[in-house]
């Protein structure tokens, strides 16, 4: 049941956004008088279809991995003369620009909408306050205390724990000093720290940039629970379930989730013994004691225990640390746009890291990792799919315009040649340009699903 649950609300998700995506590119195509003959959702064969008053078809396809927009086009093979005004290639190099950049400009737009429309309830952020600080680590090192505020990093002011974690990862693979302004509590003086890092977690998979700094924010675990277990690893063979509450830890109470990753992480092949509480379905809740030993594995260059099981966690803060913030209709929208420009940002850099080393490409991600997220989005409530949804449809508006042939970037990337020189680039080119960037998407999309494999198993 969860496979389905996963697959009906992955489809659901990629469905909406191919569907905003090509309308964007349907939408301003028809603005400027070109002829679109198909607008399909999905590949292969189709399952409905019909026809508009501009003859125009529209297909909804078997597999609603993608979708097309197929527009009158004398490339693509012979145009009748008096229907040539009404082809792609007859419009102005301007329009032709405005009809590939609307695809992308209109998950961008998706994106906006759906923050708006969260953003109307209003928005709740942690003040960075410091809650821990891990004994040994670089923070402590560093002269980081608890009750410490956080308030600029590299001369950017930070306003939330969030805020912190962009701030800290465009430092991922950097050399040298990251700066921090803190302040102590009831104090307006400021204090500059600093950490030294070389090539900082370059190499690491899911980088965690608090929990490689040692900080942590003042919070109060009230539940931890066994969101997943897979049925190879050691805590589903020693009698873990989806939906346990882990209360202790070798008879000790659990107090934090870096506290049970850590105890689990240093008993690599060693017998431990988990308390839990397990509420099955028409019975009272049994407490029970299951031994487990936590296998072997190689995790960022260092061998640690693993149960593999997926934790699912609920801290509550000091209420006096949570800031909230209201809007209405209309200022909610430019804080929309803002969430929508500074996730983008955020995907823009991610890619250049990826690009020149700063990031791990273990860290890319494919299908598998997709599907597993939208699942868990859906599940965890509507507002968490939701804005699953926005930040998937800015990632695919960002990859959409990178400047790879075969993409809407690639075909942007011709055009701004052809206003440069005056003249379009020969077919020939474009169609190598095509085959190279055809063979990349496939190199990548072959890699990312190799490390969604390698995560699973």
């Known amino acids: 049941m969860d496979i389905l649950v996963t697959i009906f609300y992955t489809l659901l998700a990629l469905g909406v956004l191919v569907t905003f995506h090509e309308f964007g590119h349907f939408w301003v195509a028809r603005r400027c008088g070109v002829r679109v003959e198909q607008f399909s959702i999905g590949f292969g064969t189709p399952l409905y279809k019909w026809r508009d008053k501009h ?12 979708g097309y927009v197929k527009m009158l086009d004398e490339r693509s093979g012979d145009v009748l003369p008096e229907d040539i ?3 792609f290639t007859a419009k102005k190099l301007w329009q032709r620009m405005a009809i590939v950049a609307a695809g992308p400009l209109a998950n961008f737009l998706l994106a906006t909408v759906i923050f708006w429309s969260i953003f109307l309830g209003g928005e709740r952020g942690l003040a960075p306050v410091i ?12 002269g980081f205390e608890r009750d410490m505020e956080v308030v600029a990093v590299g001369g950017q002011s930070v306003d939330s724990w969030a805020d912190l974690s962009r701030r800290l990862f465009d430092y991922i693979g950097h050399d040298g000093n990251i700066p921090f302004t803190v302040a102590y509590p009831d104090s307006n003086i400021r204090y500059d720290l600093g950490i030294s890092v070389q090539d900082w977690l370059a190499d690491v998979e899911e980088p965690s940039v608090l ?31 989806s939906g346990d509450r882990l209360t202790a830890f070798n008879g000790l109470p659990i107090s934090s989730v870096d506290q049970f990753i850590q105890s689990v992480s240093g008993s690599a092949e060693q017998e431990v013994v988990l308390t839990v509480e397990r509420v099955e379905e028409g019975a009272q809740s049994q407490i029970l ?25 609920r801290v509550e ?3 006096d640390l949570v800031r909230t913030i209201s809007y209405n209709a209309f200022t909610a929208l430019p804080r929309g746009i803002e969430e929508t420009f500074s996730t983008s940002v955020f995907v823009f850099k991610s890619i250049g890291k990826l690009v020149v080393g700063d990031l791990s490409p273990k860290n890319l991600s494919g299908p598998i990792s997709i599907a597993k997220v939208a699942g868990q989005s859906a599940r965890s409530g509507f507002d968490n799919f939701i804005r699953f949804i926005a930040i998937l449809s800015i990632m695919l508006g960002v990859m959409n315009l990178l400047p790879i042939p075969i993409l809407d970037g690639g075909h942007l990337l011709f055009m701004v040649v052809e206003l440069i020189k005056g003249s379009p680039v020969s077919e020939r080119i474009q169609l190598l340009g095509y085959k190279a960037g055809l063979t990349m998407l ?16």
Not at 55 to 66: N, V, W
Not at 298 to 310: A, D, M, N, W, Y
Not at 442 to 457: E, K
Request: glycine share 12%; charged share 20%.
């Open 85 to 87: 005004p009404y082809s």
């Open 289 to 313: 004691d299951i031994y487990a030993k936590p296998r072997l594995v190689t995790r960022s260059g260092e061998q640690v225990g693993q149960l593999g099981i997926q934790l699912s966690s």
């Open 317 to 319: 803060y000091p209420d």
């Open 131 to 142: 809650g821990d600080v891990k004994a040994g680590s670089m923070a402590e090192q560093a």
């Open 211 to 241: 929990r490689a700094l040692g900080l942590a924010p003042p919070s109060v675990l009230k539940e931890l629970g066994v969101a997943d277990a897979s049925e190879d690893g050691a805590g589903f063979e020693a009698g873990l379930r």
């Open 55 to 66: 003859d125009t078809e529209f297909i909804l396809a078997a597999l609603p991995l993608g």
């Open 442 to 457: 496939i190199g990548l999309m072959v890699f990312a699903t190799f490390n969604d494999l390698m995560r699973t198993f």
